[in-house]
């Protein structure tokens, strides 16, 4: 097993931190997708049906990302405690 050093200690807590603030700002990203997909219902036009596929698209790859960085976190959390 190899020995972690203090500094490599420091960048995890830090790397946790910023996950930590990254993530609120994340869902409310996706919040606001589904917000605007709520608002603009079923599209009548070229624009609309753009605009939904588009939003649907960032809000999955928004949500894959949300769960990437938890499970991140996770790790993190089970890494420090095992030392």
Known sequence: MPMTSSQDLDRAGDEQTRLKVGLPSLEADVAYFHAHLEILGE??????????????????????????????????VDASNAQ
């Open 43 to 76: 599209p009548t036009t070229t624009n609309q049906w753009a605009q939904q596929k588009v939003y649907r698209l960032l809000s999955q790859s928004i949500e894959d990302l949300i769960l990437e960085t938890k499970h991140q976190m996770i790790e993190g």
